[in-house]
């Protein structure tokens, strides 16, 4: 059975203090991993996707990375609007390639980046 | 484009009674699937649409139901609520392998 996990489970962090957010997987022959950021009271918004160990993917101060086994969300000089529940959800070669065949989501790490 | 819609965003339902929540998926994508989120469990898959058909489906049990029409917009049933099945219920669509798209959620309080 296909394992993600997150951690920490919550982070807090002051303005400008860089951190990483880890995603663990157990998943023969991984497909792709996303990561998606979670307002309070809203949907997860899709933030990158990975395919390969190696592989990066940067948006503004946020750097995904990616391994054989885990992945790392990097916040470099957080904001206080950087504050919200980021999950990472990986994709099995069980998924037909299609929506949520073969997606796994893992908990979450909820930050809290204080001003 | 507009993204996924979601209605309605609160409900209060109490125990026995049953529920239908709708989503209207972005312009274009196919595929729907709903997910139960709780803060113990995370987000858990509830059933995939694709072009009216159900593809996939997790592990929850028979009161909970789905269906899309031939528009892609699609419905999820609940029924006999239980306490339990309070949960904000998302929603996300996508097409042709895209990341999944969400909606902003029903929660759904039932006392």
């Known amino acids: 059975e296909d394992q993600v996990t997150q951690s920490p489970e919550a982070l807090r962090l002051q303005e400008g203090e860089s951190s990483s957010l880890n995603c663990s997987y157990t998943?023969?022959?991984?497909?792709?991993l996303f990561w998606y950021r979670q307002d309070p009271g809203k949907g997860p918004e899709f933030l990158f996707t990975?395919?390969?160990a190696g592989e990066e993917k940067e948006k503004e101060r946020l750097k995904a990375t990616l391994t054989k086994k885990e992945s790392f969300l990097h916040i470099t000089a957080p904001k206080p609007e950087d504050s919200a529940t980021y999950l990472c959800?990986?994709?099995?070669?069980?998924?037909?390639?299609?929506?949520?065949?073969?997606?796994?989501f893992g908990k979450g790490t909820h930050l809290i980046i204080q001003p | 484009k507009a993204g996924v819609t979601q209605t309605p965003r609160y409900l209060i339902k109490t125990r026995g009674q049953q529920v239908t929540l709708s989503c209207s998926p972005i312009?274009?994508?196919?595929?729907v699937s709903w997910y139960q989120q709780t803060p113990g469990q995370g987000l858990q898959f509830l059933f995939e649409?694709?072009?009216?058909?159900?593809?996939n489906k997790g592990n929850f049990p028979g009161r909970f139901s789905g269906r899309q029409f031939s528009n892609s917009r699609s419905e999820m049933n609940v029924s006999t609520l239980e306490l339990g099945d309070s949960a904000l219920y998302l929603c996300?669509?996508?097409?042709?392998?895209?990341?999944?798209?969400f909606g902003n959620g029903t929660r759904l309080t039932v006392t």
């Open positions: 312009s274009g994508h196919r595929s």
């Open positions: 959800a990986v994709l099995s070669p069980q998924g037909s390639g299609g929506g949520a065949d073969g997606l796994t």
């Open positions: 998943v023969s022959g991984l497909r792709g």
């Open positions: 996300a669509s996508s097409w042709g392998g895209s990341p999944l798209h």
């Open positions: 649409y694709f072009s009216e058909t159900q593809r």
């Open positions: 990975l395919y390969s």
